[in-house]
């Protein structure tokens, strides 16, 4: 199981952006499909992208357009690039592998806030 460090988040105004970075230790990175995930308070947890190891990318509708996902596995890292953000926008935002079903284990992400 490898180890997934989310970083990046904070406070930001609506229409701003912020670009969230998830670190991958352990070995086979470059073949695993990643993926960003989001909780809001009350919330389900629910899907925001995904990047699979080839560069195809996935993205909920309430973000396409905004959000850009990309990887470069030469750092071991899975990045969530934010646009336009809206205050429905704030979450925990984590990275897990493209497809984590039930029973997935989860990190501690990192906490957006968008002010309106």
């Known amino acids: 199981q490898e180890r997934l460090v989310e970083s990046g988040g904070g406070l930001v105004q609506a229409g701003g952006s912020l670009r969230l970075s998830c670190v991958a230790s352990?070995?086979?990175?470059?073949?695993?499909?990643m993926g960003w995930y989001r909780q809001a308070p009350g919330k389900q947890r629910e899907f925001v992208a995904r990047?699979?190891?080839?560069?195809?990318?996935n993205y909920a509708e309430s973000v396409k357009g905004r959000f850009t996902i990309s990887r470069d596995n030469a750092k071991n890292t899975v990045y969530l690039q934010m646009n336009s953000l809206k205050p429905e926008d704030t979450a925990v935002y984590y990275c897990?592998?493209?497809?984590?079903?039930?029973?997935?284990?989860w990190g501690q992400g990192t906490q957006v806030t968008v002010s309106s």
């Open positions: 897990n592998l493209a497809y984590a079903g039930p029973g997935a284990s």
């Open positions: 990047v699979f190891s080839g560069g195809i990318t």
């Open positions: 352990g070995s086979g990175f470059r073949l695993q499909h």
